[in-house]
């Protein structure tokens, strides 16, 4: 019954690539166009014909030569990279509105998509900040045009940008996201991308000859040819397998919890032992630790946390991500350590980043030999304010709880320390006599800091810098291009200098575990008082009787 049923999708996705392939023939005999066809239905021709189509461009300087360009370096010739950056830096010297009038681009979409593959193309190759150039393109053309299925394609294409776009995924719209994902520029769970699946074969169900525009019936033929060539057009899972993945990635949680390595993560674990059960996604390998935490003002909150396991801002982002994509928080927090930079913190004391500046993103290495320089710069991102507007007046608004805190502070490190040790530590105003956070700045980016120097050079950048470490930026970059509440607390472990090593060693590491645990302390008395987000699914299925 498999079988036949496979058989006749096959002849129904033919069918309609057949009748795409008609719609097709209507495109209008534009250089441009003939690129996106190329690009859409996945063809990669010679270097020579790529040449051909661009000699027809009429206009040498053109926001349409830019776009046929950006779809030339996106069929992969690399070739036309140099032509394309010289081109586009021309472009976005250029106004985006004219007498009060969106640029033509704007309104383009076509033209709009070249050049939005030219800017995700050439991001890493240059210093050009091609992310806010193209979100105020975005604005102009949002402001201008009705929500269609173009909308989403370039909000999918911004947040590759880093851009933050209100984004609504529309059932209708499964093709576009199909032809991201198979042309690797949008990234999808296997289960995302078989429910995908499952829309578009629906759609030609109901109408195998729906009348499409030719744009997009070219990127709908792109996907039918995809799915009719594989070993099997129907997802891996049988039915039942399907619903049941798909239960768990809608089952939504309030907060979602990342931390970046095991040692910090058994910190976690050691407070969640008894009540943590685990799941397992074996497409990504990631274990996930489902719990419940007490809330004072009402219900529990409902968590789920995981590691990384390794440092650094991309695997942060793609592990934070996913796990956004999985449980859909109505926050995600990341907790860890950090290494103080600044006279207004100690060791034990917690940051809570009000900004997260990323400061090796986009930077640029200039001049040879003793001349060598790097200059930095950067992308900041901001944490939710909601979050750190309650942090800010929790002595005012919750003092008992902030009190509360502190005092399990100080009766964790006479717990890990001895009464001696513990006098030398804040005798040196190493650690407080009382831990404490503070809101401010947080320096992100794969770089361990040891040496005061390197402190010294990156403060020139912000001298505000509380801490720095390794991972936030990755998380905060996942939440806000899926516009996920952000929070980042990190406790201090050590001060960024020569005594790193000579601090880690203090009781074993007694003073990362206290820093750790102040973090994880911080974060537990926000859920208490009932001020961190909730998730609308879990609240509205509270309210029921």
């Known amino acids: ?7 006749a999708q096959r002849l129904l996705l033919s069918r309609a690539a057949q009748h795409l392939e008609l719609v097709a023939k209507d495109l209008p005999d534009r250089p441009t166009l003939h690129l996106f066809a190329l690009w859409a239905l996945r063809t990669k021709p010679d270097a020579a014909v790529i ?76 210093d050009l900040d091609l992310g806010t150039w193209s979100n105020d393109v975005l604005e102009v ?35 576009v996201r199909l032809a991201l994902g198979s042309l690797d520029l949008l990234r999808r769970t296997p289960s995302q991308h078989a429910a995908d699946e499952v829309v578009v074969v629906s759609q030609l169900c109901a109408g195998p000859e729906e009348v499409l525009d030719p744009a997009r019936g070219l ?11 594989a070993d099997s057009s ?50 990504t390998t990631q274990y996930y630790y489902r719990f419940s935490r007490p809330c ?26 996913e796990m956004i994509r999985r449980y859909q928080p109505a926050a995600i927090v990341n907790v860890g350590i950090a290494g103080g930079v ?64 502190e005092t399990n502070g100080q009766a964790l490190l006479a717990q890990l320390l001895e009464q001696e040790t513990v006098a030398s530590l804040t005798g040196r105003a190493l650690v407080s006599e009382v831990p404490t956070y503070e809101v401010g700045h ?38 806000s291009s899926t516009s996920t509440p952000t929070l980042v607390l990190r406790g201090i472990s050590d001060l960024a200098d020569a005594r790193k090593g000579e601090v880690d060693a203090v009781g074993g590491g007694a003073l990362r575990r206290y820093a750790m645990r102040n973090a994880l302390q911080l974060l537990w008395t926000l859920m208490s008082a009932g001020l961190l987000a909730r998730s609308r699914l879990q609240t509205s299925s509270r309210a029921s009787p």
């Open 219 to 229: 990127l709908r033929l792109g996907v039918l040819r995809a799915l009719n060539t």
């Open 141 to 175: 053309r949002r402001q201008s045009q009705a929500s269609d299925w173009w909308s989403e394609l370039f909000a999918h294409l911004s947040a590759r940008l880093g851009n933050s776009l209100e984004l609504s995924e529309e059932p209708a719209n499964a093709d």
């Open 442 to 479: 947080l320096a992100s980016g794969p770089v361990v800091a040891g040496t005061v120097d390197f402190v010294s050079w990156l403060k020139k950048r912000d001298r505000k810098y509380l801490a720095i470490e390794m991972e936030a930026a990755g998380v905060v970059v996942a939440g």
């Open 234 to 283: 129907l997802p891996s899972q049988e039915p039942e397998e399907l619903k049941m993945q798909g239960t768990a990635m809608n089952d939504r949680c309030d907060t979602a919890i990342i931390i970046a390595l095991r040692e910090e993560f058994q910190e976690l674990r050691d407070q969640i032992l008894t009540d943590a059960r685990s799941e397992f996604d074996p497409h």
């Open 296 to 321: 004072a003002q009402g219900q529990a909150y409902e968590c789920v946390a995981t590691f990384v396991g390794a440092m650094g801002p991309t695997n942060a982002a793609y592990v934070a991500g």
């Open 342 to 405: 600044s006279d207004d913190v100690r060791i034990g004391d917690v940051v809570v980043a009000d900004q997260i500046d990323e400061y090796l993103a986009g930077s640029k290495a200039t001049g040879s030999g003793a001349e060598r320089e790097l200059l930095l710069s950067g992308a900041v991102h901001r944490a939710c304010p909601h979050h750190l507007s309650h942090l800010r007046n929790l002595e005012f608004a919750h003092s008992a709880e902030k009190e509360t805190w």
């Open 51 to 126: 040449e051909g189509i661009l000699a027809q461009e009429k206009h040498p300087r053109s926001y349409t030569r830019v776009a046929a360009l950006g779809f030339a370096v996106a069929l992969g010739d690399l070739s036309f990279s140099a032509a394309l950056r010289e081109e586009l830096l021309w472009l976005i010297e250029r106004p985006v509105k004219i007498e009060g009038s969106p640029a033509g681009f704007c309104l383009d979409p076509v033209a709009l998509l070249g050049i939005l593959l030219a800017c995700v193309g050439l991001q890493e190759e240059t």
């Open 1 to 7: 019954m498999r079988a036949g049923f496979e058989e």
